[in-house]
């Protein structure tokens, strides 16, 4: 998949592709270890581990589905149901970033302590929930635009 029109050897494409193809697989390996490592580890439960669960999980399945899909451009309505999610999920991890920042400025500056239910939930709406709107908004607005030409 080729964005620029800047040529490209095949021996260059070939590589890329093995690069990102290894590159993935290991960032999936380890993000796999550390959220069966959140997981287990029970005096872990805090919001911001919450918050780093929840963020490696939307990568996860970034990733993987960007691994899965990405070549899957043959049929226009599987090319768009990845595009689609491809969109949501990498936007869910930078909702969750946020998510980080939030809490780390709320420990740091905040005299009063939250319910951890309270934080939970509200991190939850801008973590999965404020993607689904921005990406559902974009799909009404641009559907004719949204998934790649052949």
């Not at 070549?71 to 990845?82: A, G, I, K, M, S």
């Not at 641009?142 to 998934?147: F, H, I, L, V």
């Amino acid at each position: 998949m080729q964005i620029s029109d800047i040529p490209i050897s095949t021996y260059d494409e070939k590589a890329l592709h093995y690069l990102t193809v290894v590159g993935l697989c290991l960032s999936i390996v380890c993000l796999v270890i550390t959220i069966v490592v959140l997981l287990c580890l029970k005096h872990l439960r805090t919001e911001r581990v919450f918050v780093l669960k929840n963020q490696c999980a939307a990568l996860l399945m970034a990733q993987l589905l960007f691994l899965a899909g990405v070549e899957r451009v043959e049929n226009p309505d599987v090319c768009l149901t990845v595009t689609v999610f491809l969109h949501y999920f990498f936007l869910a991890t930078f909702c969750w970033m946020l998510c980080q920042g939030l809490s780390v400025f709320l420990t740091v500056t905040s005299q009063r302590s939250y319910a951890l239910s309270l934080l939970i939930i509200l991190h939850c709406l801008v973590g999965w929930a404020t993607p689904a709107i921005i990406v559902s908004i974009t799909v009404g607005v641009k559907w004719s635009e949204y998934a790649a030409e052949k």
